[in-house]
């Protein structure tokens, strides 16, 4: 198996290095590293320039659609050659030994493998009490009430067969994009099931999410969702 990993960057000079770098010493198999530059105002392009002379696993390549997280990530998708897809975040938030235990999901038949912090054996340290509240409300909620077989919808560390992405229309235009793929390929009839992992909040940089305003996005995913569901 051939891994895919897509690292939307936006203004992430402080830690494209630092990511790369422990993507580079996680994997020990065939893979390339798709880095989307989304209108980076800092070096960010920069710095993956210089470290694709490193590793020749990385691709740069710009976002030339409007900028934000579901255009960078469509972007990515857009660019990757192998038969596995991994969006990592830019800012070392994601738990890469996670990463192990997901292919092994796939190995068994699954179609998407959401790493969660919401389960035994999953975290999540640091960040908004808020944000942290709405995501687990969603995720929890979603699994109890419509069976989504995972208890954190809503978190972007996720792996997916390139099948699950080429099928799926995807319409949003911000984070709530890593809501809206695996809604999408459970009702599509994919097998999709969840690993345990620990989620840190960033510790260098200024993230993009805005709870407030992209709130009435994941409202109206969670509001599809459900009825998709009930209609079952």
Not at 13 to 18: F, G, L
Not at 52 to 77: C, D, H, M, P
Not at 143 to 148: A, K, M, N, P, S
Not at 149 to 172: G, L, W
Request: proline share 3%.
């Amino acid at each position: 198996m051939k891994l895919s990993v897509v690292v939307p960057a936006h203004n992430e000079q402080d830690n494209i290095k630092e990511v790369i770098e422990r993507i580079e010493r996680s994997l020990d198999m065939e893979h390339e590293l798709v880095v989307v530059n989304d209108h980076s105002t800092d070096d960010t392009g920069k710095f993956v320039q210089e470290l694709s002379k490193q590793y020749s696993s990385i691709k740069l390549v710009e976002n030339r659609l409007e900028g934000g997280f579901a255009n960078a990530l469509k972007t990515g998708f857009q660019n990757i050659s192998h038969e596995v897809v991994l969006p990592v975040m830019a800012d070392s938030c994601d738990d890469l030994s996670t990463i192990k235990k997901m292919l092994e999901q796939i190995n068994q038949g699954y179609d998407v493998v959401c790493a969660s912090r919401y389960i035994k054996g999953g975290a999540r340290l640091g960040g908004s009490k808020l944000k942290g509240f709405l995501s687990c409300f969603a995720g929890n909620s979603l699994h109890f009430l419509l069976g989504i077989p995972t208890h954190d919808i809503a978190n972007a560390f996720k792996i997916y067969r390139k099948e699950v992405i080429d099928s799926v229309d995807i319409k949003s235009k911000g984070f709530e994009v890593s809501m809206e793929i695996p809604l999408k390929a459970y009702y599509s009839g994919f097998k999709i099931t969840e690993v345990p992992t620990v989620w840190k909040e960033r510790t260098k940089g200024k993230s993009s999410f805005r709870v407030f305003k992209l709130l009435p996005d994941y409202l109206k995913l969670y509001i599809w969702a459900a009825f998709k569901g009930f209609a079952r």
